[in-house]
């Protein structure tokens, strides 16, 4: 509604009605009481006509309040509202024993849901929240302060005319379209934050490479292919970095934000959005000089969380892992970056990029972006190959195929007008999403309607220059992004019966929650474990609460009576026998639930309704709870496996955002959330089994001491996980103390992971390449001493082929996925620890606690639930595609014959040709190991 004129004088005057309305709600009142001073008053004002109470609404959790609605004449709109008594905590359980999912507030958006609506009305007198109902989205609300907000206010607030415009017909009408497009906003924002992280890092690099301090050591680097690996690695964990930074510095949720964000020191010192953001375009449009300012800003940030600091406004505890650890990028560290690739990074993270000429640049704002946003960004910068040009080069690209070629070869695709010249900014169209965030379909490079599509050129590259190409694409390596709604679904139809069946309300245990096990076997950057999180969190910070209240009505119910009626203790000071109530038992029992939790601190129950300051209200402790329980889901509940290190850290972090866990390192899920091979790793009782003929048995007769050996070792790593556990690592004491017990946990399994990578890596190479008598030798040497022996290459050979290493290590290197492998054991122990192979994970070895709870290797168990979108289409060899990527002509050959000669011409390279041939033999050998592993998923038909 307008402020002014004859429309504007109308507002103020039925707002001094309304005042004076909500003036007679001062101490208490029922629920039609508030409906009478709250809701009636701007019935007219609002432009309905009447309010009629409703049935119950069937919903997920059965028959719920179906509220009020509010109609005009001709029932062509309609609102419905929720009404309570005066100062009702709405966001507790409507009724004391009730489960905290049966609040006022979660009722309506429940059954907003499903009678198909899109906003309600729910008001106690004091709050009136606006909801917002999404079936793709969270729910979301606006929460508006009655009193003393709107009572105090003499001038039309905001909020006010805000709610008369979407709790109107015509606003409700409108709702559905104004949520689609502010997430189709939010999902432009993420798509738009994906191309420019990608031009953030070639911008950032590329200013590195060009700084004349660093032209002798990169004169040192011959081999530049493996130097643009480094540099684009190294400047993902620095995009990684200011992303996370941004994302915590901006949200307006305290139990997802920095809690020093506030302070003077942190906005005028270090924010990069703020304290560094101001010098950016100074330096990028009229080239200001500033010293190292930006340089210096920014690695002083980074070294803040990489060492910590703690003075009178801030407190910040180091963060460690391969993100903000001290070694996470130690050749970007030692180079000198510049202010202008420090500005070119914020340049591109803080502002968006005018599509139009003569658009003005707008900020990103990171506080409304979710973890999964976050993870979007990872997942689209995941497939792109990096190189450095050392003669000049064009890039080329067909659909999503996009090559990097000689500019000799690519010529004649260039435009005959004009063409783009060296050093254009190229076409970044190459996302593989439309605007509505959710997955576009193909990703085939065949032809659409029978046609070839064209060749584009792109853009002419010079020597010297970085640049990074997109790959085969997601579906090479089966990765895949799901959408959030299908994510909650699937989360919810898995989890949600399990849940309710070790903690049914009616006998909330909270503890039986926390020993649920969920795997996600491919996790990326943790969609799927984020959303569990949410979903077991709050299912225990219920089940904590109900526990809490029903011991609380138990504790008064004791003090209400009097006498005997229960067992007794004895009084040793006077020899008396002191009776207990059997109320009061039972209120010590259920206190005893959450004391039970692995909660060292005991801080979840200073949180709950009996202890928190705000009483049996919801507040700052309600979120504070909800932050702990995600705390100990992450704990204690969820697994997760990934090839790639990186998916493997953000994951990490992904966790560490959700769950609240400032002030603790991100390595405090390094024993849950690992890297390694997730389709080609063996169970123990494969490792006795010949790998060159999995269906036969190792002969010897070895095989109760290498039991034996594997429960010594279990009983070894069972009691370092259980003081893993004990604690998440808040001080520094605590996280020198998980590192050195995450150190031993890897210590105690170490010899039979490398059988396991020897078992699996000889089903890979095959028969005629696998040494089962070299492996039965490592059998014998871990059954008799525990260990490995001291040295590997002694081992009996009998491979046909020949090969740069004996055949048992050719072994051990497939399993961990590397080139080589150090012939002595513990050259071998330090490259298992070191993070730079995958290996073939065997996952009852590398998660002994859900698959061996008792230590003892039988009777094998597993994960409660396994989460997750695996691939949905065959991962097939792309030879045309591969081959394309050195020859774009390839793809445009009119015959077979004509496309023979093609690739053969690429193949008479040698080194492509060996490539090549590894490309495929990489398959088959994947499809080797799936042959055994998963024999029972295939059909046969005679």
Same mark, same amino acid.
């Given at each position: 509604?307008?402020?002014?004129?004859?429309?504007?004088?109308?507002?103020?005057?039925?707002?001094?009605?309304?005042?004076?309305?909500?003036?007679?709600?001062?101490?208490?009142?029922?629920?039609?009481?508030?409906?009478?001073?709250?809701?009636?008053?701007?019935?007219?004002?609002?432009?309905?006509?009447?309010?009629?109470?409703?049935?119950?609404?069937?919903?997920?959790?059965?028959?719920?309040?179906?509220?009020?609605?509010?109609?005009?004449?001709?029932?062509?709109?309609?609102?419905?509202?929720?009404?309570?008594?005066?100062?009702?905590?709405?966001?507790?359980?409507?009724?004391?024993?009730?489960?905290?999912?049966?609040?006022?507030?979660?009722?309506?958006?429940?059954?907003?849901?499903?009678?198909?609506?899109?906003?309600?009305?729910?008001?106690?007198?004091?709050?009136?929240?606006?909801?917002?109902?999404?079936?793709?989205?969270?729910?979301?609300?606006?929460?508006?302060?009655?009193?003393?907000?709107?009572?105090?206010?003499?001038?039309?607030?905001?909020?006010?005319?805000?709610?008369?415009?979407?709790?109107?017909?015509?606003?409700?009408?409108?709702?559905?379209?104004?949520?689609?497009?502010?997430?189709?906003?939010?999902?432009?924002?993420?798509?738009?934050?994906?191309?420019?992280?990608?031009?953030?890092?070639?911008?950032?690099?590329?200013?590195?490479?060009?700084?004349?301090?660093?032209?002798?050591?990169?004169?040192?680097?011959?081999?530049?292919?493996?130097?643009?690996?480094?540099?684009?690695?190294?400047?993902?964990?620095?995009?990684?970095?200011?992303?996370?930074?941004?994302?915590?510095?901006? *949200?307006?949720?305290?139990?997802?934000?920095?809690?020093?964000?506030?302070?003077?020191?942190?906005?005028?010192?270090?924010?990069?959005?703020?304290?560094?953001?101001?010098?950016? %375009?100074?330096?990028?449009?009229?080239?200001?000089?500033? $010293?190292?300012?930006?340089?210096?800003?920014?690695?002083? /940030?980074?070294?803040?969380?990489?060492?910590?600091?703690?003075?009178?406004?801030? !407190?910040?505890?180091?963060? $460690?892992?391969?993100?903000?650890?001290?070694?996470?990028?130690?050749?970007?560290?030692?180079?000198?970056?510049?202010?202008?690739?420090?500005?070119?990074?914020?340049?591109?993270?803080?502002?968006?990029?005018?599509?139009?000429?003569?658009?003005?640049?707008?900020?990103?704002?990171?506080?409304?972006?979710?973890?999964?946003?976050?993870?979007?960004?990872?997942?689209?910068?995941?497939?792109?190959?990096?190189?450095?040009?050392?003669?000049?080069?064009?890039?080329?690209?067909?659909?999503?195929?996009?090559?990097?070629?000689?500019?000799?070869?690519?010529?004649?695709?260039?435009?005959?007008?004009?063409?783009? $010249?060296?050093?254009?900014?190229?076409?970044?169209?190459?996302?593989?999403?439309?605007?509505?965030?959710?997955?576009?379909?193909?990703?085939?490079?065949?032809?659409?309607?029978?046609?070839?599509?064209?060749?584009?050129?792109?853009?002419?590259?010079? %020597?010297?220059?970085?640049?990074?190409?997109? $790959? &085969?694409?997601?579906?090479?390596?089966?990765?895949?992004?799901?959408?959030?709604?299908?994510?909650?679904?699937?989360?919810?139809?898995?989890?949600?019966?399990?849940?309710?069946?070790? *903690?049914?309300?009616?006998?909330?245990?909270?503890?039986?929650?926390?020993?649920?096990?969920? &795997?996600?076997?491919?996790?990326?950057?943790?969609?799927?474990?984020?959303?569990?999180?949410?979903?077991?969190?709050?299912?225990?910070?219920?089940?904590?609460?109900?526990?809490?209240?029903?011991?609380?009505?138990?504790?008064?119910?004791?003090?209400?009576?009097?006498?005997?009626?229960?067992?007794?203790?004895?009084?040793?000071?006077?020899?008396?026998?002191?009776?207990?109530?059997?109320?009061?038992?039972?209120?010590?029992?259920?206190? @005893?639930?959450?004391?039970?939790?692995?909660?060292?601190?005991?801080?979840?129950?200073?949180?709950?309704?009996?202890?928190?300051?705000?009483?049996?209200?919801?507040?700052?402790?309600?979120?504070?709870?909800?932050?702990?329980?995600?705390?100990?889901?992450?704990?204690?509940?969820?697994?997760?496996?990934?090839? !790639?290190?990186?998916?493997?850290?953000?994951?990490?972090?992904?966790?560490?955002?959700?769950?609240?866990?400032?002030?603790?390192?991100?390595?405090?899920?390094?024993?849950?959330?690992?890297?390694?091979?997730?389709?080609?790793? %063996?169970?123990?009782?494969?490792?006795?089994?010949?790998?060159?003929?999995?269906?036969?048995?190792?002969?010897?007769?070895?095989?109760?001491?290498?039991?034996?050996?594997?429960?010594?070792? &279990?009983?070894?790593?069972?009691?370092?996980?259980?003081?893993?556990?004990?604690?998440?690592?808040?001080?520094?004491?605590?996280?020198?103390?998980?590192?050195?017990?995450?150190?031993?946990?890897?210590?105690?399994?170490?010899?039979?992971?490398?059988?396991?990578?020897?078992?699996?890596?000889?089903?890979?190479?095959?028969?005629?390449?696998?040494?089962?008598?070299?492996?039965?030798?490592? /059998?014998?040497?871990?059954?008799?001493?525990?260990?490995?022996?001291?040295?590997?290459?002694?081992?009996?050979? @009998?491979?046909?082929?020949?090969?740069?290493?004996?055949?048992? /290590?050719?072994?051990?290197?497939?399993?961990?996925?590397?080139?080589?492998?150090?012939?002595?054991?513990?050259?071998?122990?330090?490259?298992?620890?070191?993070?730079?192979?995958?290996?073939?994970?065997?996952?009852?070895?590398?998660?002994?606690?859900?698959?061996?709870?008792?230590?003892?290797?039988?009777?094998?168990?597993?994960?409660?639930?396994?989460?997750?979108?695996?691939?949905?289409?065959?991962?097939?060899?792309?030879?045309?595609?591969?081959?394309?990527?050195?020859?774009?002509?390839?793809?445009?050959?009119?015959?077979?014959?004509?496309?023979?000669?093609?690739?053969?011409?690429? /193949?008479?390279?040698?080194?492509?040709? *060996?490539?090549?041939?590894?490309?495929?033999?990489?398959?088959?050998?994947?499809?080797?190991?799936?042959?055994?592993?998963?024999?029972?998923?295939?059909?046969?038909?005679?």
């Amino acid at each position: 509604p307008k402020t002014s004129g004859q429309e504007g004088k109308q507002l103020k005057a039925d707002w001094e009605t309304y005042r004076r309305h909500l003036a007679q709600l001062a101490v208490r009142g029922g629920s039609v009481r508030v409906r009478n001073q709250v809701i009636e008053p701007i019935l007219k004002r609002l432009g309905y006509d009447d309010i009629k109470q409703q049935n119950p609404v069937e919903t997920r959790e059965g028959r719920e309040s179906g509220g009020h609605l509010l109609t005009n004449g001709d029932d062509s709109a309609r609102l419905r509202v929720w009404v309570t008594s005066f100062d009702e905590d709405l966001d507790a359980p409507a009724r004391r024993g009730q489960a905290y999912r049966f609040s006022h507030v979660r009722i309506a958006q429940r059954v907003l849901l499903a009678s198909g609506e899109r906003v309600g009305l729910v008001t106690n007198g004091v709050r009136l929240h606006l909801l917002i109902s999404d079936p793709a989205r969270p729910d979301s609300q606006v929460i508006i302060p009655i009193d003393p907000g709107w009572k105090r206010s003499r001038d039309v607030p905001d909020s006010f005319r805000l709610l008369l415009a979407l709790a109107s017909p015509a606003g409700v009408k409108a709702v559905p379209e104004l949520v689609d497009k502010a997430r189709l906003q939010q999902a432009r924002v993420t798509k738009e934050l994906r191309s420019q992280a990608r031009k953030a890092v070639e911008r950032f690099v590329q200013e590195v490479l060009d700084h004349p301090d660093n032209r002798a050591w990169l004169a040192e680097q011959t081999d530049r292919q493996a130097l643009a690996r480094t540099l684009w690695h190294e400047g993902l964990v620095t995009v990684y970095r200011l992303l996370f930074i941004l994302k915590l510095e901006s *949200s307006d949720d305290p139990a997802r934000s920095f809690t020093f964000a506030s302070t003077s020191l942190w906005r005028n010192t270090f924010s990069p959005s703020m304290a560094l953001a101001r010098y950016v %375009p100074p330096i990028l449009e009229q080239g200001a000089e500033t $010293g190292e300012m930006l340089e210096n800003g920014l690695r002083n /940030l980074f070294r803040m969380f990489e060492q910590g600091i703690e003075c009178t406004e801030l !407190n910040v505890k180091p963060l $460690g892992g391969s993100l903000f650890g001290v070694h996470a990028a130690p050749v970007l560290s030692r180079l000198r970056w510049g202010e202008r690739a420090v500005a070119h990074l914020l340049d591109q993270l803080l502002w968006t990029t005018p599509k139009r000429r003569g658009e003005a640049r707008q900020r990103v704002h990171y506080g409304p972006l979710d973890v999964e946003d976050l993870g979007r960004v990872y997942e689209a910068l995941l497939e792109l190959e990096p190189g450095i040009t050392t003669e000049p080069m064009c890039r080329l690209r067909r659909q999503k195929l996009e090559v990097v070629v000689p500019v000799a070869q690519g010529v004649k695709y260039r435009p005959r007008d004009k063409g783009r $010249g060296a050093g254009d900014e190229p076409d970044d169209e190459t996302e593989d999403t439309d605007d509505t965030g959710e997955d576009e379909t193909d990703e085939d490079e065949s032809p659409r309607r029978g046609k070839k599509t064209a060749v584009q050129w792109i853009e002419e590259i010079p %020597p010297g220059r970085f640049y990074l190409r997109v $790959g &085969l694409g997601r579906k090479a390596s089966g990765s895949y992004y799901t959408p959030h709604s299908f994510v909650r679904f699937l989360v919810q139809e898995t989890l949600g019966p399990q849940v309710a069946q070790v *903690s049914p309300p009616d006998d909330p245990q909270p503890g039986e929650i926390l020993k649920l096990k969920v &795997l996600d076997p491919a996790m990326g950057s943790g969609h799927f474990l984020v959303e569990a999180c949410r979903f077991l969190g709050h299912h225990l910070y219920e089940a904590a609460r109900l526990c809490d209240e029903r011991a609380l009505q138990l504790e008064r119910e004791a003090e209400r009576k009097t006498g005997g009626g229960g067992r007794g203790t004895r009084d040793e000071t006077t020899s008396s026998v002191v009776r207990h109530p059997p109320s009061a038992e039972s209120a010590a029992a259920y206190r @005893q639930r959450v004391l039970d939790l692995p909660d060292p601190d005991d801080e979840l129950i200073r949180y709950l309704p009996s202890r928190s300051p705000e009483g049996e209200e919801s507040g700052i402790s309600q979120r504070r709870a909800e932050a702990l329980c995600r705390r100990m889901v992450a704990v204690h509940c969820l697994y997760g496996v990934d090839k !790639n290190p990186l998916a493997v850290e953000l994951a990490k972090l992904a966790l560490w955002l959700e769950s609240h866990a400032e002030g603790m390192p991100l390595t405090f899920l390094d024993h849950r959330l690992v890297v390694g091979d997730s389709l080609t790793g %063996p169970f123990w009782e494969k490792l006795i089994m010949r790998p060159g003929k999995p269906d036969e048995p190792v002969e010897g007769i070895f095989h109760q001491g290498l039991t034996l050996a594997l429960q010594r070792k &279990l009983a070894e790593a069972l009691s370092i996980v259980r003081h893993l556990d004990a604690t998440v690592g808040v001080s520094l004491s605590e996280v020198e103390e998980k590192e050195r017990l995450k150190t031993e946990l890897d210590q105690a399994l170490r010899p039979f992971r490398i059988l396991a990578a020897a078992w699996s890596g000889g089903v890979m190479l095959g028969p005629e390449t696998c040494d089962d008598l070299a492996y039965a030798d490592l /059998l014998k040497s871990v059954a008799e001493t525990g260990d490995l022996p001291e040295r590997l290459d002694a081992a009996s050979t @009998q491979s046909a082929i020949p090969s740069r290493q004996p055949p048992i /290590l050719a072994m051990i290197a497939r399993g961990l996925d590397v080139d080589e492998v150090p012939v002595n054991r513990d050259g071998l122990y330090e490259l298992l620890a070191s993070g730079r192979c995958v290996p073939a994970l065997p996952y009852d070895l590398a998660f002994p606690e859900v698959f061996y709870p008792t230590g003892v290797p039988h009777g094998r168990k597993g994960f409660d639930a396994v989460v997750g979108n695996p691939p949905w289409d065959t991962i097939t060899i792309k030879t045309k595609e591969w081959l394309a990527s050195y020859d774009m002509a390839i793809l445009d050959a009119r015959t077979k014959r004509e496309r023979k000669s093609l690739q053969d011409r690429v /193949l008479d390279d040698k080194k492509l040709a *060996s490539r090549f041939n590894d490309y495929v033999e990489s398959f088959e050998q994947k499809k080797r190991a799936n042959d055994v592993y998963y024999a029972y998923q295939k059909v046969y038909i005679e």
